[in-house]
């Protein structure tokens, strides 16, 4: 901790460490509730799932082992038309986003009929779904203007689901709360201490003492909550995603693994990777990605590729969030997730009352460290 000034600062009531857009989703929540938040973020090139990923808006395949957290995302998503209104309102930007349904294209009967059977699983766990398998003449109805390749024989479609542009949302977020009176501090953390009921986190800009603490650094939490437990249950799933020159708007509805960006590129990603922190692009992977998307679009080999690039989303054990208290530690929450673009209308509306010491909403109440074996 080489640079760090030992200056004490305990004028901060509540201090989110990570401004990505789980940070950023709880940190608006909390200040459009009148609280003073100050939220600390890295301005250098540290683990930023936030700023590469796709921007769906997806609860179609997440997940049947896990029928609450499917749930939650389908109350994610239906809470965001308001959200997303709200947001332009406050901020003054207009956030670019589609609540069309999503798509996933199959090839072959074999994996049709695995969708049916998963889309029959879940609507009776559920209760209801909204959606169902089409044909691939109800697919060419829904995306006109896309040549499908031979081997597509239809598609799961979802009502729910969507596309936001997740760069746009991350930035409403942050201005809002700031025109909210947040705090917002550019500056690298590098460790967080707990003394006598507060928390000090230091940082390149000095030291920031608290009286509650939000952990939502994705994978830098590992680190940030050793304080209470040796290691937070979650790893690193590497995507790699490819760029593809921009075109008409020819994808009114998102379709998984290859989707057409609010500025008309085609992003291409199916990827999932658990090989550490290793964040290089591999020329043969970014093949088979790109033969992936062929299968489903085969006119994508006729264009340019302008751009790829790798991501690491943060990955719970289980698959399923983590919004927790720390064992011993009551005043301090941490917040990881796969999904945080889907769900941050959940965490803005429901993470803020759980950070300020109440409950989580039903659906979200077996989510926390105790199914990992911690007392919290
Ligand atoms: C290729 C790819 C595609 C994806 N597609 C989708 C999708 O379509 N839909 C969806 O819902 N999700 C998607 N995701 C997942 C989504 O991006 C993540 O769930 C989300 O970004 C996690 O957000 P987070 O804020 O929890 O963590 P992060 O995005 O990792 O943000 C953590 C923040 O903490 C800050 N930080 C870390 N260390 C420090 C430090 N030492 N000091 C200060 N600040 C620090 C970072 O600067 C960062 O801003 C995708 C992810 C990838 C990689």
Redesign the pocket.
């Known amino acids: 901790m080489g640079n760090i000034k030992q200056q004490s600062n305990s004028e901060h009531e509540i201090i989110i ?7 950023a989703a709880l940190a608006y929540g909390l200040v459009a509730k009148g609280k003073k938040v100050t939220m ?3 301005p250098t090139k ?5 700023r ?5 808006l ?1 609860c179609q395949s997440k997940f049947l082992h896990l029928p609450d957290y499917a749930r939650w995302g389908f109350h994610s998503c239906n809470l965001f038309p308001e959200l997303t209104k709200e947001l332009e309102e406050v901020s003054g930007l207009e956030i670019p986003v589609n609540y069309t349904g999503g798509i996933i294209a199959c090839i072959g009967e074999n994996d049709y009929e695995s969708r049916r059977d998963y889309i029959v699983k879940l609507r009776e766990k559920l209760g209801e779904y909204p959606g169902g398998m089409i044909s691939r003449s109800e697919l060419e109805n829904k995306l006109p203007k896309i040549g499908f390749g031979p081997d597509v024989v239809g598609a799961a479609w979802c009502e729910d689901d969507g596309v936001i542009d997740p760069l746009a949302l991350l930035r409403a977020y942050k201005i809002a709360f700031c025109k909210l009176g947040g705090n917002l501090v550019e ?3 590098h460790d967080v201490q707990a003394a006598d009921g507060s928390y000090s986190v230091f940082t390149d800009k000095g030291r920031m003492d608290c009286e509650r603490l939000v952990l ?5 939490n590992r680190r940030f909550a050793q304080f209470a437990i040796p290691n937070v249950p979650i790893s690193a799933d590497k ?1 790699q ?1 490819l760029l593809v020159e921009r075109m008409p708007p020819v994808m009114p509805i998102p379709m998984l693994g290859v989707t057409q960006t609010f500025g008309g590129t085609i992003i291409i ?1 199916f990827r999932h990777e658990f090989i550490g922190h290793d964040t290089r692009i591999v020329p043969e992977d970014v093949a088979t990605e790109g033969r992936a998307a062929m299968k489903i679009w085969p006119e994508l080999g006729k264009k340019r590729l302008i751009r790829a690039w790798s ?4 990955m719970p054990e289980d698959k399923q969030a983590i919004y927790s208290r720390l064992p011993n530690h009551p005043q301090v929450i941490l ?9 941050a209308a959940a965490h803005t509306r429901h993470l803020p009352d759980f950070a300020l010491g109440g409950e989580l909403p039903d659906m979200a109440k077996g989510m926390s460290l105790k199914r990992f074996g911690y007392e919290c």
């Open positions: 460490a990570g401004g990505g857009i789980s940070g600390l973020d890295a540290t683990n930023k799932a936030s590469t990923n796709v921007g769906l997806w500056t690298l953390i939502a650094a994705g994978l830098a995507g995603v990603g991501g690491l989303r943060v917040v990881n997730t796969h999904s945080a673009v889907t769900l």
